[in-house]
């Protein structure tokens, strides 16, 4: 079955797919129709967060792209109403966007620099390397 997802960056070598966070799962959201998956995506660009293409791609590829970055898929039916709080939650975009979007599962974290030391960390570095003299 062919499903609507939302994509970042699509053009690129580095896409993203929207998900949403609901407790400690990243959900990604599969749309049966189009027309929902570019409502959300206009929902989105409303809300200020950078605007995701509209892609249909295979379900089983999603499921198992979520599976492997371990994401839980969730498909959106033709027709869709609401029964419950959770799924009344997964037709309104998120308040908040996260701050970092590229993302490697290849690449391992490694702790940023900063740029600038206080004055008590360059005391503390003069002090240990004038104990070597």
């Given at each position: 079955m062919q499903v609507f997802v939302l994509l970042f960056n699509s053009?690129?070598?580095?896409?993203?797919?929207?998900?949403?966070s609901?407790?400690?799962q990243n959900l990604v959201l599969m749309f049966a129709q189009e027309d929902?998956?570019?409502r959300y995506a206009l929902m989105l660009?409303?809300?200020?967060?950078?605007?995701?293409?509209?892609?249909?791609?295979?379900?089983?590829?999603?499921?198992e792209f979520c599976q492997d970055a371990g994401y839980e898929a969730y498909l959106i039916p033709e027709n869709f109403i609401p029964q419950n709080e959770f799924e009344r939650l997964l037709l309104a975009p998120p308040d908040r966007n996260i701050d970092e979007t590229d993302w490697n599962p290849d690449e391992k974290?490694?702790?940023?620099?900063?740029?600038?030391?206080?004055?008590?960390?360059?005391?503390?570095?003069?002090?240990?390397?004038?104990?070597l003299l």
């Open positions: 053009d690129t070598d580095n896409p993203g797919i929207h998900t949403i609901v407790g400690d929902d998956a570019t660009e409303a809300q200020d967060f950078a605007v995701p293409s509209v892609e249909k791609i295979d379900q089983e590829e999603i499921e974290a490694q702790p940023q620099e900063d740029p600038e030391m206080s004055n008590g960390d360059l005391d503390r570095i003069r002090r240990q390397l004038e104990g």
